[in-house]
């Protein structure tokens, strides 16, 4: 319990210089924004210096920033250029990218596990082959390929899935955006199951529960397996993070409105208070990721759990 | 009005560029579900929501609006759904390019400057509010307003009393332009600074919708939900980067009556994936096929694919206030050297049209060869030219930028071309970011050739002349007879009288060349089989007048 109070207390600091970052680097993009917004016609000085104080792009950055933490205290995120409310943008945004990248660690996990130890315990076998071989391949061809792929066989051609939006709801709408991007995690969880029992099976500990008599689904089940998972489990805590950061490609094929998308414009637009609600929120997730991880660590290995205490 | 890319991917705004369900479930639903779909129980999702109450509905796919406010957005998309919700003084007449009456019952001046606005009686808003000429009054107000930061602020300027409302410094004394007079309901006087035979063309420009009273309790809340006099009304809220839904007004009873019960859009970020919704139906409508699948649409979709002109234009301007592109010899050398139709057939799968003229071609008072031999391909004379005004020596840079991956394209041939016909070797190409592209061209920070683009406000040759060449242009290039010309032209006594001196003032700029015209863009929609009564035109989507095949 103290524990995570104490991981929890250090997320503090890391947020004041995470936002303080990213508005630095917004703020130092070229370009202005207001222009940029306005087009080629001609707009008169009156509307940019309105425009520009709305957004208080008209003073230096610590005052900018000053402005931004000021409404943030007060619980107000500030809002679009198009003048949504950030906080609603997020609400919006986040529960789709939650359920993309929930589909998609759900996937990786089950299936890459699964097909690990299918590997692991027939080493050397048509499917250890069998999986070595797909595995290398969805880690060699990029994201987008497999996505359009996806999008245009499974979607178009063969009718089993929607192929874009989010009317079908979850899951219809998730299911193959999901696949997609967890493809990539599934590979390498299926392969460290995979190494990593292969190694547990060959341990001593093994070989003397196999002595005592143990049934061999209880051998691997119990002790191989649950050993194995460690290097798994640190991996798909860190890979939840990935997948909420990292569907920006994903949500762009399947149109899927998720912080990704939202980010791309919004850097675009230099949408300084967007840019920053989302990507504080998303180190907020890799914070608790982490945790989360670490905290399985004691449910898994009791010797961790101890050297805690 | 502004640069574009053809359905700009991922950007929310028309200028250089352009942004789906709730709550988490647990991990065992999504076993299950995934279980469900793998043994093939999520087939049949396809249909554009032709069921039940929506068997009327057709959708149409569209980029997220930025404001749904008409005097706040001049983006393609926020039109789009716009014109489905506003009526304005009048429309374009799509074979004519002229105006033609609808919120309006004429438009009226003698001197070209004074102009009377007749507003057709029995009209209303969606909430019943009477339209009259105050609620045109009242919206261009609030749109000319400085303080109010609205995009579309600048089309008033030619208004008397709009100075007063965008003063240099301080906020106005007043928030009313003295040009406007409401005499009566249905009467609205406007004056304008000068004499201006364009004016009718240019109300149909959605700035120029009225609003209602009501709006004005709460601008923010109005631009959410519009209340408009046109003949769909908002159906439910507006789902930010899904969806709008609206449906047919029982309030309306002008001339553009909608005949199907409702119309859905849904929101893409991409024309990629929208286009793919197309092929699959899920989507009814798309009126911005990308150029790369021109071939594959026409066959897919036969005589549901459609190409439709556009008023957009490519142009490559010179900084003619830099010395090495003072010469008007050199500018027309450089394009005579350009191969446009090459470049039009590689880049635009020949969607795009090569243009020999600075307006497009439906624009009234178009000329098909209007540039002559100076638009011509001819490599040897463009050479012989070029040597003549003295060559090129250094460095030639081409900007342009990264809003779309087909302006590096054309301009890497453009930069062939150059090279190879004119024997210029040193060229490099500048990319900007679609952000800074135009703050740059707006400091002259650009010391080369770069893209120049034009969308149409209204089919005036004036909306193309004097904001791209009239004064204080982008090129630096000074010229009083075409400034007269165009001053002569706008106060011609009529529309007709109007485009020979249009038409000597575009000879002037093409024989000057301070920016070649290259190429007018072409819209490509497809359709759906369920729906009928597409006509996509430059001016609208008229969406009113597609119907929902039923059964």
Known sequence: MRYAARRLAQAVPVFVVTTFLIYTMVFALPGDPMLALAGDKPVPEQVLAVMRQRYHLDEPLLVQYGHYMLGVFRGDLGETFTGQPVSELLQDRWAVTAQLALTAWVFELVVGIGLGVLAGLRRGGAADTAVLAGTTFVIAVPVFVVGYTAQIVLGLNLGLFPTAGTDDGWPGSYLLPGMVLGSFGLAYVARLTRTSLVENLRADYVRTATAKGMVRRRVVGLHALRNSLIPVVTYLGVDFGNLMAGAVVTEGIFNLPGIGQQVFQSIQLQEGPVVVGVVTLLVMVFIAANLAVDLLYGVLDPRIRRARA | MQTAAPFPTLTRNTTERRSTVRVTRSRAAALAAAAVMLSGGCGGSSSGGAKGADADRFSVALT???????????????????????????????????????????????????????????????NGEPVTAQSFADSWNATAYGPNGWTNNYYFAN???????????GDPSTDKMSGLKVVDDHTLEVTLTAPFSQFPITLAYIAFAPMPKAAF??????????????????????????????????????????????????????????????????VDLLTTIPPAS???????????????PDGTMDYLGFPTFDKRFANRDLRRAFSMAIDRKAIVDAVYDGAFKPMASLLAPLVPGYRENACGEACTYDPAKAKALFDQAGGFSGTLTLWFSNADPSYEQWMTAVANQLKQNLGISDIKLRKVPASDYLSSLRERKEDGPYRNNWVMDYPSPQDYLEYMWGAGNRMGWE???????????????????????????????????????????????????????????????????ISVKQG
Do not use: C
């Open chain 2, 479 to 545: 010229n009083k007879e075409f400034d007269d010309l165009i001053k002569q032209a706008n106060s011609a006594p009529g529309l007709d009288a109007s485009l020979p001196l249009y038409q000597k003032a575009e000879d002037v700029a093409l024989a000057e060349m301070p920016m070649i015209p290259l190429w007018n863009w072409q819209n490509q929609v497809g359709f759906s089989g369920r729906i009928s009564g597409v006509n996509v035109t430059p001016y609208s989507k008229n969406l009113y007048a």
């Open chain 2, 217 to 282: 309790a709460d601008l923010k809340a109005y631009d959410q939900a519009p209340v408009g006099n046109g003949p769909f009304v908002l159906d439910g809220a507006w789902e930010h980067d899904r969806q709008i839904k609206v449906k047919r007004s029982p309030a309306y009873n002008g001339e553009r009556r909608a005949k199907a019960g409702g119309v859905t859009f849904k929101i893409y970020a991409g024309r990629d994936t929208a286009y793919t919704d197309l092929r699959a139906g899920r």
């Open chain 2, 159 to 169: 208004i008397e009393g709009y100075d007063k409302l965008n003063p240099e410094k």
């Open chain 2, 294 to 308: 021109t071939a594959e649409a026409q066959r897919l979709l036969g005589d549901r694919f459609l190409r439709t």
């Open chain 2, 64 to 126: 997220e609006p930025d404001h749904l406010t008409p005097g706040n957005t001049s983006s393609d998309y926020s039109i789009t759904v716009l014109d489905t919700l506003f009526e304005t003084p009048v429309s374009i007449d799509a074979a004519s390019g002229k105006p033609v009456m609808r919120a309006a019952e004429s438009v009226t001046s003698t001197d070209q400057k004074v102009w009377t606005i007749k507003i057709r009686q029995g009209g209303a808003f969606s």
